[in-house]
């Protein structure tokens, strides 16, 4: 395997980075369950609307029952609880992750199919693979961590998601569109915010239209560089971070469209061993936050 | 799989700090080997590159055959299909019908019918040609509003805004789509 290929899906990066994305992954998915994605419960009721995903057909999935989806959701948020507890997170987030696609894969075989999800999927199937992370003895101190290459490639595989996510999208604006031009000069926004606009999207609406084709030509760029963000590194990275989530600050503000289950996922380019959790939270030990006297400073890679 | 980690107070441990940095200057920005780095073996890495090959690869596929079957790798097409300036918005909407009462408005939603607005509009067809898949969105906002007599009929409606240069222009026409009567 080429230096360049292992460098860049391979670097080896803290074990302590994914026992804290762990625990913002499986709070989210509680939450996402609870929230976002609840329209499964309900379509216990729909069974008419019912078509199977691909996926779905392939694991011969029935349209969701109550009681199917009842037991699914109580898997996802027991199973989730556990890891975020540090309870044999890699089992746990094995049982997660399969149970949380198939509830995904019920949200989204009645008519709609979100694309939000993407990342958060790949985070729940990517998190389990990484051993190690569930021993914080073995996670060296804050200056001088302990790294490994199944933890950098987990990251890396909900970063490259993430940034999918985005430039993907650009392939079917210029199939539906004709172009990107038809696309960017279109009145894609003004559609929006009259279906499911906020007061201001409206306000935006009646007296200045205008405002629409820079900001589609601006959501564009930034879909169509998004693979630059996978080569940032420090503060430009940083930067980047905030330019998206700007992004998805706008789209709530004017559509409601929050773009959640993506927007956690922008914590895999972050440098989460930083942070403090809780001493018992992902089953993190007080050793963490203090450096080992006996270990060498190193220099922090990301 | 083995652990490179220095143990505490052995004199290892400077050596391989020195390798780290070395290869930092060099110019590597993920050195293969740093203190207390666990190296995956050759198989591991490579179903990890053949899985996002292979998911990159079917996110691919999907957006170039438009298919949205291969969830979640499909195409990725919310808000991808440029509206005309001096075309029009249709907003889907739904009514009920009482007797003796004007028509109202009911939103959709999992906590009013049970379905989102976009699960209904990617189903329109099949509600055209079958009014009865609207009489769990029914049944569902009976069961909501016991207090009040059941709904005698739910009509699926099309408010449609005309644009002018990318803009809202005239009044909204309202079409009736199509109507479920209570049994």
Known sequence: MG???????????????????RVIVYAFVMLDVLTFSRDVLSHADN?????PLALARLLHLPPVTAPVAWMLLAVILAGCAAAIAGWRPRLTGAVVAAAFWVWMLYSNSYGYIAHDHMALMVATAVLPTVGGAARPELEGSLEAPAR???????????????????????????????????????????????RRGSPLAHLLVEHAPWVFVPAQWAGLALEALSPVVLFLRGRALHLAVVLYLGFHLSTLVLLGIHFLPTVICWAAFLPLEKLRLPQRVGGRSPSLTRRSPTTPRSRPRR | MPILRPFPGSDKAPRRTLRARRSWLAGSRYPSQVPSTTPLPLA???WRLLAVLGCVGVLL?????????????????????????????????????????????????????GIERADVENNLRSIEADPQLLAPLAAEHDRRHPEQPPLDALMLCQRITTLKDGTAHGEDEFVEVVRWEAP
């Open chain 2, 61 to 113: 596929v999907g957006g170039l055959t438009r298919s949205n079957d291969l969830f979640p790798f499909g195409v990725l097409d919310q808000f991808s299909t440029g509206t005309d300036p001096n075309g029009e918005v249709v907003n889907t909407c739904l009514q009920g019908v009482r007797e003796g009462e004007e028509p109202f408005d009911i939103p959709f939603g999992q906590r009013t019918v």
């Open chain 1, 3 to 21: 230096g360049a290929v292992r460098g860049f899906l391979f670097p080896a990066l803290p074990l302590a980075r994914i026992r804290v994305l």
């Open chain 1, 148 to 194: 490994s290459e199944a933890a950098g490639w987990a990251l890396r595989a909900i970063q490259i998601a993430v940034v999918c996510t985005y430039f993907f999208s650009v392939i079917p604006k210029i199939l539906y569109s004709g172009s990107l031009a038809n696309w960017g000069n279109s009145a894609i926004l003004t559609w929006a915010s009259i």
């Open chain 2, 44 to 46: 591991s890495r490579a």
């Open chain 1, 47 to 51: 069974a008419g609307f019912y078509t």
